[in-house]
Every structure is written in structure tokens, then in C-alpha cells.
């Protein structure tokens, strides 16, 4: 059953897949990351037209990688920055691009709210098990010689990717605490929509009082799910390239699910339903956000987010058998 | 005389200059780029220490400028992005940087306050004489016939620098209103130390109810005077590498000034005294402040920051003889 009290508040986290800024096969140009980006922020509009309260978070990775890249490729004439910087310039960029067509986008439905992007590191634990094993590709890929190199001199961990070459993995450490958590929570209680916690946030290992950068890539999914929960968020809602999560996916017996219970959701994961790089961490986020709290997580495609939202499109996810036959 | 309500708040800008961040001859490593914001924060603690309200805003003039080159040299894999898009991620770059290290700061002298980095659009008007006059160099040096090409191709503006080579150089229009200023106000008053404005602010130029980035630098001291005005500060403060304003400068007669009024400010102005690429911006900045009804602008160097927001170092500006009499 539906708490009262939360749905009066409907506050929605969106966490927004990379494709959401920049597509497969697109070369990520300013005017098609800005195209996609407003695609994006007109759905994110209706949400806020319909009366939620909207937090929006994104990933990162095609333009992390991008940064990577030209990082390694002027590298003899401007130091290459390490990834947490990376992270941090990527989250003004899209922070930038999300607030420009999100007030644009608003501004056409007649509506006046702020919008503002704030820089979000998130906490891990330096004893993360992830940082004894990297499995997180990033950046570009290179022969055997300058990676076997960077191994060498700089301590970093790479594999090699069949036919592909070598790319460097970093690892992908649990999100603990987002650090400017109480900041967030301001603006959000100010009424303004907030951008934050871009790419799963900042990773920063703590240091006595002190917050130090590491070079790692926190899921954003599993980000966004942190940043529901502290948030007090009524719906955690994942949009990506896919309309409904499936089980036996791709294969003949496939069947898409509506709504489930996160013990159903337990029981597929351990089936090994869904993927580690694609669906796996979505439907763990949402697992986490259900039991950690939250009423509802939503995994939805970005043009049936509305829909999905009032509960007629999408997978849902909820805690129990009852809230499963009640509807949303 | 101090108007009691302001001095009550004591809300400080301060302005930063790229020294801050990245000193001359400095590569732009990762660790000289943290050790100078590092000892920047330091001294902006102090002034929390003290009881001031500070908020924070800074130049990204070598940060866009490496970004830059680095979008050149990889322009062949990555499309190039726009400059507004690199002031964009110079923002979250530098942000996170001086969050990071002025949490660190704060923490070591037992305060705790919300950091906080706002990404920033500053509108500027499409009609600023800059736009038919760009001056502003930017970006890496390069021959003739590679900036004769950029001209003929993208209609851009490139201009000879004796003997360093050709160098692109874009309109430095006057900023005339923040776009986050509600956003930014809210968070001051929540009582978080707010970075925001970075680079002047991200040039946007409105056309309708929209916002639309373009290719310009706003000068920083004058969109942190913006900025000052626009949250009501009692002093507006830019930190720089000179320990006073000087007329006559580096000739026999040079003459640092410790309290000026606007009308000699002006007057000095006049004659010439100040570089346009250098102090001229930022005695402009203050100039703008007080005759927009700030009580008082300082420029002072970063070492003597808190003497000089005690009114015994740098050089403080107020409007009238009476006020310059009174002391601060």
C-alpha cells in the first residue's frame, strides 16, 4: 500500500542511461549531445508539469571516456588529468547541458522553477573488495606495448579485449554516502530541480576528516539509488534504451515484466537473469532502493517515462505482494 | 559610514585569480593544481573562522586553456566541443578541486559547513559591442596558415601575437545577469560556502524564454562584482598576486594605494594607470560594486586576505571621503 505521507511529498530520483546524451554510433558533437539532451529534458519537463518533484542523475561514461581520451592524446603538451578530475569536468558538462535545456524545456510548458547542477563527490570504502580487483573498462583502447607500459610505471590494471586490444579497468567501488547530501536536500526542499551525484558521483575514499579522489567509477544506477534513499524519495526511476525488464531476455521463452516483488526480483538475479554490464546493475539499484525503503523503483525507456510513472508502462518494482496486487 | 545591517551580514565574494589554481611556469599537474587550491582554502577558512560568510567564485583562464589544446590535439578521434562547453567542465574541474580541499581546510579547524560548487550561466547581451570586437586570446598558439583556415572555416577570429604565432581570440562581453543567482541566494542563506560564477560564468545570450551558450569569456572579476551585488555582499574582494593597487606602476613614481573612493578610482581610470589585461578589469569590478551600492571592494594579495578584510592590508575602496576617513 502506498504510504499517505510519501505521496504527498512524490519526489522521483531519475537516473538517465548515457544514451540519454549521447547515442551509440554518434561521434558525441556538441549539437548531438545538446539534441539528445533536450530530448531528454522534455520528458523530465512532464514529469515536473505532472506535479513531481523531480532530482535528476546521469551517467557519464561516453564523455568520461571522450575526456580520457583527449587527455592521453595532448598528454605530452598538457598533463593528463586522473579520473576523478575527468569526473568532475564531465559533471559540469552535462550538469551545464541538463540545466540549459531543462529551463528551456520548462520555460516552453509555461513553468518557472530553478534548476541547478551541483559538483557531488560520493563516498567509498578504501576497503571496497573492487579496489583489490579492477573490472570497470575505461578510456581508450591500446596495443599490448603502452598498456604492458602503464602497467608498468603506473601501477594501473589492463586487460585485453578480444580483437579489440587492451584497455585500462579501474575498479567500481559500493556508494556509501554522498558527501554534499545536505546541500542537495536544500535545494530540493527550495523547490528547485536538482542535477547531482553525475556518473555515480565523485569517487573519494575517506581520510580522517579529509576526502581523498580516487581513480574508479562508481555505478550510477547504485548512485542513484543512494541518492534516493538519503533523499527520502517516494520513487527511484531508471530510464535506459529498453521499455520493461525481462527475464530469459533475447531468447524465445522471454517475458517482460510488469510489476514484481523484490523477492521475485532476489530470486531472477540469482537465476542470472540480468547481465552484469546492462540490466544487472539496474535492477540491483532498484532492489536496494525497495529495500533500503523506498516504495516504488521504476526501469522504464525514456518516452513511455510518464506512463511508467503513473504505473501503466515500465517494470515495477515494490516490497511486497501487497503493494505488487494494489497497483501504484 | 558601514550601513549596521550589512556589516551584520558580512557576506564576502571572493574572486580568485588563475594564481589560485595554476601559477605561472606551472605544467598543470593534477598535484600543483590541488596544492595551490589547497593553500588558497586555507586562507579562505581562515575568513570562515572569522565569521565572515564567504562565497567563492574564480578565474578558469589556464584550466579552458588546457582544455582547449586538448580538444585540438584529439580533435581527429573526439569532436572538439565548444567553448562554452569547456568553461562548462572547467566549473565542475575546479569546483570539486576547491570543495575538496576548503571541506579539508575547514575540517582541520573544527568547523563544519556545507561546500558547495553551483554551475553557472551568466547572460550576456547579443548586442555587447565585444561580439562585432572580439579581443579576449584564447587557446593554444598555432601558424598562419592552420589560424587562416579556422578563420575561412568556422569564421572565427585569429590574430598575430609578435613572434609566439597566431592565437584565436573570442568576445569578452559584460555580464549582465546570473541565471542561477535564486539558486546560488538560496544556498548562501542555508548557510553553505558557495562556489559558483567560475570563469565569470558560462556566456549565455537569451533568445525568447531561452538560454543559448556561446563561444565568449566573461572577464572574472566582473562577473564576480555581478555576482556581488547580486547577493546583497557587504565586500566584494579580489585576491591577486599584487599586495595593493598602484598608479604610476613600476616606474619611480608608483604610489600603492591603501583607501581610494570611486571618484578617485575613477579619475585614475582615466589617466590610464591601469592595464586593460590585468588591474584594469579588476578596478573596474570594484568601481561597478561601490557605485552599485557595495560598501567596500578590496584587492589585496591571497597571503594577506584576512588583514585585508580587517581593513589593515591591501587596497580598500568605498564611496565616499567620509567612508575612506572613517576606516573600515
Given at each position: ?81 586522473p579520473?576523478d578530475m575527468?569526473g568532475a569536468?564531465?559533471q ?26 551541483i559538483v557531488t563527490q560520493t563516498v567509498v570504502s578504501a576497503g571496497d573488495?573492487?579496489f ?39 575498479p567500481?567501488p559500493d556508494p556509501v554516502r554522498i558527501v554534499e547530501e545536505p546541500a542537495i536536500k536544500t ?9 547531482c551525484v553525475?556518473?555515480g558521483g565523485i569517487p573519494v575514499v575517506e581520510e580522517g576528516a579529509h576526502y581523498r579522489g580516487v581513480e574508479a567509477?562508481i555505478?550510477?544506477?547504485?548512485g542513484?539509488?543512494r541518492l534516493?534513499?538519503n ?98
Amino acid at each position: 500500500m502506498a504510504d499517505p505521507h510519501r505521496d504527498h511529498v512524490r519526489t522521483i530520483v531519475v537516473a538517465l542511461g548515457g544514451n540519454a546524451i549521447l547515442q551509440p554510433g554518434q561521434a558525441g558533437t556538441a549539437e548531438e549531445q545538446l539534441a539528445n539532451v533536450d530530448r531528454t529534458c522534455r520528458q523530465i519537463a512532464k514529469m515536473i508539469e505532472a506535479g513531481y518533484r523531480v532530482v535528476v542523475t546521469h551517467g557519464n561514461g561516453p564523455q568520461v571516456g571522450n575526456l580520457l581520451i583527449q587527455n592521453a592524446e595532448a598528454a605530452k603538451v598538457v598533463p593528463a588529468l586522473p579520473m576523478d578530475m575527468c569526473g568532475a569536468e564531465s559533471q559540469g558538462l552535462i550538469g551545464y547541458m541538463m540545466q540549459n535545456r531543462l529551463q528551456a524545456a520548462l520555460a516552453d510548458l509555461g513553468l518557472t522553477r530553478p534548476v541547478v547542477t551541483i559538483v557531488t563527490q560520493t563516498v567509498v570504502s578504501a576497503g571496497d573488495p573492487s579496489f583489490q580487483k579492477p573490472t570497470k573498462p575505461v578510456g581508450p583502447f591500446y596495443t599490448e606495448v603502452k598498456a604492458k607500459k602503464a602497467m608498468a610505471e603506473k601501477g594501473e590494471t589492463w586487460i585485453e579485449d578480444a580483437g579489440r586490444g587492451w584497455r585500462r579497468v579501474v575498479p567500481s567501488p559500493d556508494p556509501v554516502r554522498i558527501v554534499e547530501e545536505p546541500a542537495i536536500k536544500t535545494m530540493i526542499e527550495a523547490g528547485a530541480v536538482v542535477i547531482c551525484v553525475g556518473g555515480g558521483g565523485i569517487p573519494v575514499v575517506e581520510e580522517g576528516a579529509h576526502y581523498r579522489g580516487v581513480e574508479a567509477v562508481i555505478d550510477k544506477d547504485l548512485g542513484g539509488a543512494r541518492l534516493a534513499l538519503n533523499v527520502g524519495a517516494d520513487t527511484f526511476m531508471i530510464l535506459t534504451d529498453v521499455r520493461k525488464v525481462a527475464i530469459n531476455y533475447k531468447s524465445p521463452q522471454q517475458v517482460d515484466l510488469n510489476r514484481l516483488t523484490i523477492e521475485e526480483l532476489r530470486r531472477y538475479q540469482a537465476e542470472g537473469h540480468f547481465r552484469a554490464g546492462s540490466m544487472g546493475p539496474k535492477v540491483e539499484a532498484c532492489r536496494r532502493f525497495v529495500a533500503g525503503g523506498g516504495r516504488r523503483a521504476v526501469i522504464a525507456s525514456l518516452e513511455e517515462a510518464l506512463q511508467a510513472l503513473d504505473g501503466e508502462a515500465g517494470t515495477q518494482i515494490v516490497e511486497t505482494i501487497e503493494a505488487k496486487l494494489a497497483g501504484s
